[in-house]
T-cell receptor, first 114, second 111 residues
Framework: GAVVSQHPSRVICKSGTSVKIECRSLDFQATTMFWYRQFPKQSLMLMATSNEGSKATYEQGVEKDKFLINHASLTLSTLTVTSAHPEDSSFYIC??????????FGSGTRLTVV | DQQVKQNSPSLSVQEGRISILNCDYTNSMFDYFLWYKKYPAEGPTFLISISSIKDKNEDGRFTVFLNKSAKHLSLHIVPSQPGDSAVYFCAASVTNEKLTFGTGTRLTIIP
C-alpha cells in the first residue's frame, strides 16, 4: 500500500526558532499533500493543502507566513513552523491522497516549543 | 463551525459485545465518509469508508451505516476486542477533496 514517511516524530525547540517537518511518499507520487494539526483531545484540523509545483492553499485562520509549506517534488512536502511560540506546540500530521489507496497519513510530529 | 461532530467523547464496551460509535454532520454536500482509528502520537489508520450512494458498508468486524436524511453515520464493531481500544475519528469530504474530521471518540474495550 501507499506509505507516507514523516520526520521528525518528535521535536523540541526554543521559542523564536524555526522547525521543519518533512513528509515523503515512499512508493507513490503525491501531487497533493494535506497538513493537519491536532491539539490535545481535539480533532485534526486541516491547515493547508499543498500541490506539487504551486503555492499551498491555506485554511481560514492559518498564517501562511508562519507555516511555510513547500511541495517541490512529487515525493516530498515540507512544513516549516517559523518563529515558533509555545502556542504552536501541537501534533502535526501530513496526508497524501491516491486514487488507488485513498488517504494515507504520516505518523505525525509532536512539536514542543519551550 | 464544527461540520462533523462526534457527541460522545468516550465509550466503554465489554469485550465481545458490540461497539457503536456515532457521528453527525451538517454539510449536505459531503458525499464520502470515512472512519479512522488513532493511537496517541501516531497518524490515523484507515478503517472503512462509505459513499453517499450507499447506506451500509461492511468489512469484517466493521460496518458503517449512513443515514443521509438524518445526516448521521455510525460505526459498528462486533465483536469488540481489546486491541480495538483507541480514539476513533469519523471524517467527511466533498467529491474526494479535503477531509473534515470529527472530534473523536475514545473507545475502551473492557476485558
Amino acid at each position: 500500500g501507499a506509505v507516507v514517511s514523516q520526520h521528525p516524530s518528535r521535536v523540541i525547540c526554543k521559542s523564536g526558532t524555526s522547525v521543519k517537518i518533512e513528509c515523503r511518499s515512499l512508493d507513490f507520487q503525491a501531487t497533493t499533500m494535506f497538513w493537519y494539526r491536532q491539539f490535545p483531545k481535539q480533532s485534526l484540523m486541516l491547515m493547508a493543502t499543498s500541490n506539487e509545483g504551486s503555492k499551498a492553499t491555506y485554511e481560514q485562520g492559518v498564517e501562511k507566513d508562519k507555516f511555510l509549506i513547500n511541495h517541490a517534488s512529487l515525493t516530498l512536502s515540507t512544513l516549516t513552523v517559523t518563529s515558533a511560540h509555545p502556542e504552536d506546540s501541537s501534533f502535526y500530521i501530513c496526508s497524501a491522497r491516491t486514487a488507488r489507496y485513498g488517504y494515507t497519513f504520516g505518523s505525525g510530529t509532536r512539536l514542543t516549543v519551550v | 463551525d464544527q461540520q462533523v461532530k462526534q457527541n460522545s467523547p468516550s465509550l466503554s464496551v465489554q469485550e465481545g459485545r458490540i461497539s457503536i460509535l456515532n457521528c453527525d454532520y451538517t454539510n449536505s454536500m459531503f458525499d464520502y465518509f470515512l472512519w479512522y482509528k488513532k493511537y496517541p502520537a501516531e497518524g490515523p489508520t484507515f478503517l472503512i469508508s462509505i459513499s453517499s450512494i450507499k447506506d451500509k458498508n461492511e468489512d469484517g468486524r466493521f460496518t458503517v451505516f449512513l443515514n443521509k436524511s438524518a445526516k448521521h453515520l455510525s460505526l459498528h464493531i462486533v465483536p469488540s476486542q481489546p486491541g480495538d481500544s483507541a480514539v476513533y475519528f469519523c471524517a467527511a469530504s466533498v467529491t474526494n477533496e479535503k477531509l473534515t474530521f470529527g472530534t473523536g471518540t475514545r473507545l475502551t474495550i473492557i476485558p
